[in-house]
């Protein structure tokens, strides 16, 4: 398992600097993929009313958001990491928009490029997914909901 600051080197070192084709379950992806990572934020501490997985905080410490793995010819493939800010409107927005699903103490901290879904992490401390990360799909109900990671770190680990 690599710490946060190794994964976001490793982005910007394999990734960010020109675009390639990945090869994903051992076939090319037919289009270039990039990452961007945003410039680092002291700004977290805006998010009210939860407490991040440290992994996630260590990571807006050093990137306000990111682009991964965008697709570069048409744009409908890859993963938006909100900004601070995006954080926060998103997460709104989702609890007004979502209200039977939500809970307090989610987050949405990304969405996918060509889909509606969204990406959520658990920020309940007291929970047992406290810093899991899940994938809200647009008309489902939260327990159709995908639980991709444990962890922050294992989910950027696997990018």
Known sequence: MNSVHEIIAKIHNEWEIEPKKAIQRGMECP???????????????QIPQVLLPKVLEDFYTVSNGADLFKDQEYG???LKLYSIEEVIFASKIYKINRNNDALQSDLIIGEFYG???????????????????????????RQDWYIVANTFQEFIDVC
């Open 31 to 45: 289009f270039p993929l990039q990452c961007s990572l945003n410039l680092k934020s002291k700004i977290y501490s």
């Open 76 to 78: 409908q493939w890859g």
């Open 115 to 141: 889909d509606s879904d969204l990406l959520l992490v658990r920020c309940d401390p007291n929970s047992d997914d406290y810093g899991s990360i899940f994938v809200v799909l647009p008309i489902d109900q």
